[in-house]
């Protein structure tokens, strides 16, 4: 009997290891489900549109959260003070704009990610190889690089919100995340 509690324990954490999967995937999946549940009274290009939507806010979540771990990275691991300063700054806004977005969502029933996405760990752990100017030259790198994807993203976001609240959320993140990228882009210039 003891033997076979813990088998069936054993294969119950090992199923769970192995389907864990990537978090920002999980709740696209879980704001599917929702929406494709909804009665039969909303219309199939409803559902489409508001997956396209959750989908978006899915992925604007969890660039937000890589950038914040790289940048708290940054501020503990650059050389340069500028960038530091500036890892500070996107720290502050992000933090912000996760609460926001983490209040819209609740309101609308979304989920979100819990934590960062399989390339969002991918881009930290590259991060951490690096040391001095590398270090600098590479987060603000890959901050130009995400700032500009979730900059398009937000702006379909802001296209195709389905209301007010949507669509004001994505016009400052788009503000945010055009800001945050041109900066990145200056400062690798500076030190490049």
């Known amino acids: ?29 879980a704001n599917e489900k929702k929406i494709d549940s909804q009665s039969g ?30 940048s708290r990275l940054a501020v503990q691991n650059a050389a340069n003070p500028q ?4 890892a500070l700054q996107v720290m502050t806004k992000h933090q912000q704009d996760e609460r926001e977005l983490r209040n819209l969502a609740s309101q609308l ?18 991060l951490k190889k690096q040391t001095g100017t590398a270090f600098d030259l590479e987060y603000l790198k890959e901050m130009a690089d995400v700032n500009d994807q979730a900059a398009d993203i937000a702006e379909d976001l802001e296209d195709n919100a389905p209301n007010d609240a949507v669509k004001k959320l994505a ?3 788009l503000a945010d995340d055009r800001s945050h990228r041109d900066q990145a882009k200056q400062l690798r210039n500076v030190l490049d």
């Open 1 to 29: 009997m003891k033997k076979t509690i813990i088998y069936v324990a054993l294969a119950g954490l090992l199923t769970s290891y192995g389907c864990s999967s990537d978090t920002k995937t999980a709740a696209e999946k």
């Open 83 to 86: 960038v530091k300063g500036y």
């Open 171 to 173: 016009e400052k993140l």
């Open 109 to 126: 029933t979304l989920t979100l990610p819990a934590g960062l996405s399989d390339d969002g760990k991918d881009r930290l752990e590259d």
């Open 41 to 70: 009274a909303i219309s199939d290009d409803a559902k489409a549109d508001a997956k396209e939507v959750a989908k978006a806010m899915v992925e604007l979540t969890s660039m937000g959260m890589t950038e914040l771990e790289m």
